[in-house]
């Protein structure tokens, strides 16, 4: 989950020069625009959106079950709305297959063909034969090891790692959100990747919180400690949940997400915090609502066990809310450069998680002072539009060589 209320500022004329050549881009493999649920539709918002004002073509491929009544532009790309059958478990795959069928047999809305087709998550890569029998080039982005997630084990699991092999045999170019990431292509395939982490939309200072919001939970600024994800076990709120019973606090415990597509999961912990008062849950919360959530907590929490680039730990920095992480090396990545970070824990590690809680509502100079040493770690590193003119230099390449062959 995202704390997606901000729309991405203009380019400046400098960096709206971009790379000069005119690309008609296609953007298969997520749920579409505009975002309402993950990671990959808002960086679609972000990075698209920079596209499009650097005068590219854009067409993103959108499903009807995302949103009902499409607009069929939104922020200047265009919106395809194909089917997208077979329930919960195939609809990615199918309509995956579907996009690539059409983006192949009409291209852009002057029926031009697609100079690139942008590919996005895995399993979605298995509709990547089509577009290389076509000759369209493709650029696969992987922003993480899906058929490691508890939700897709067994045949779920084998669908993703087939896309898998399929990518990397067949994209022109394979992108990665992280360091971990780049590692294991080299490891487990000899595959050289480019090195591009999603970026944040920075916020600015000028923020007025939904009073309605933290009236509706009992939540006063900076007096909360949240944790902001979907409620899968690969996060770990259990863990969470378990170290906060340990931690001497009146502050309540804030769960924001939502557990629809886990909801044996998401009946484990709310047993498990049913004798807690101070642990509330909010379910799944967007704008406003979202981000008073987002920016008014005292401390942030996250003690996920597999991540591909953690967007939403990156927006916790950069809104200066201090964040106690468990070591993992996408967490690290991020969270090692700020100096004197110590707040992070090893996975699982339930008695170290509540003391690292403890001891960060507990040192409230020491954990302000991460905090501002975080925002601009981020603010250098990590922001749109820089990282989208990144992506748009390494796109342009690969049309360019497409057009020399």
């Known amino acids: 989950m995202s704390s997606s209320i901000h729309t991405t500022p203009q380019l400046n004329e400098l960096q709206r020069s971009g790379t000069g050549r005119k690309l008609r881009i296609a953007a298969i493999g997520g749920r579409g625009v505009p975002s309402s649920y993950s990671g990959i539709e808002r960086i679609w918002e972000c990075m698209f959106d920079y596209f499009v004002q650097l005068g590219h073509e854009v067409t993103v491929y959108c499903r009807p079950q995302v949103e009902k009544q499409p607009n069929l532009n939104f922020r200047g790309m265009r919106q395809v709305y194909l089917p997208a059958p077979g329930g919960r478990k195939l609809e990615t795959v199918t309509h995956s297959v579907l996009a690539m069928l059409h983006a192949v047999r009409y291209g852009d809305a002057n029926g031009q063909p697609f100079d690139v087709i942008s590919m996005h998550a895995l399993a979605p890569n298995i509709a990547l034969p089509i577009a290389k029998m076509c000759g369209v080039p493709v650029v696969s982005h992987v922003h993480g090891l899906d058929h490691r997630r508890e939700k897709w084990k067994g045949i779920g699991s084998h669908v993703i790692m087939l896309g898998e092999k399929l990518m990397v045999r067949m994209a022109d170019r394979v992108a990665v959100v992280s360091n971990e990431l780049t590692e294991y292509y080299k490891k487990e395939y000899n595959l050289p990747t480019y ?19 933290l009236e509706k939970f009992g939540l006063t600024i900076g007096n909360y400690v949240t944790s902001i994800c979907r409620l899968v076990p690969e996060k770990r709120i259990h863990d969470t949940i378990a170290a906060y019973r340990k931690v001497n606090t009146k502050f309540p415990f804030v769960i924001v997400g939502d557990g629809s597509s886990t909801p044996e999961y998401l009946t484990t912990i709310k047993n498990l915090a049913k004798d807690d008062p101070r642990v509330i849950f909010t379910g799944h919360q967007s704008g406003e609502a979202l981000n008073t959530l987002f920016r008014s907590a005292g401390l942030y929490v996250t003690a996920s066990e597999l991540e591909g680039w953690p967007t939403s730990l ?23 450069a700020i100096n004197g970070y110590d707040l992070h824990f090893p996975v699982g590690d339930v008695e170290r998680l509540a003391d690292r809680i403890q ?45 020399q062959r």
Not at 195 to 213: M, Q, Y
Not at 359 to 375: C, E, K, P
């Open 314 to 336: 990156v927006e916790c920095v950069d809104c200066e809310v201090p964040a106690v992480t468990s070591s993992i090396p996408p967490h690290m990545e991020l969270m090692s």
């Open 195 to 213: 090195h591009l982490p999603n970026g944040v939309v920075l916020v600015d200072d000028t923020f007025e919180p939904h009073k309605p919001t």
């Open 359 to 403: 001891y960060a509502l507990s040192n409230i100079a020491h954990v302000w002072q991460l905090a501002v040493g975080g925002r601009a770690h981020v603010r250098t590193h990590y922001a749109w539009p820089q990282l989208a003119l990144k992506m748009e230099k390494l796109y342009s390449q690969v049309a360019s060589e497409h057009s």
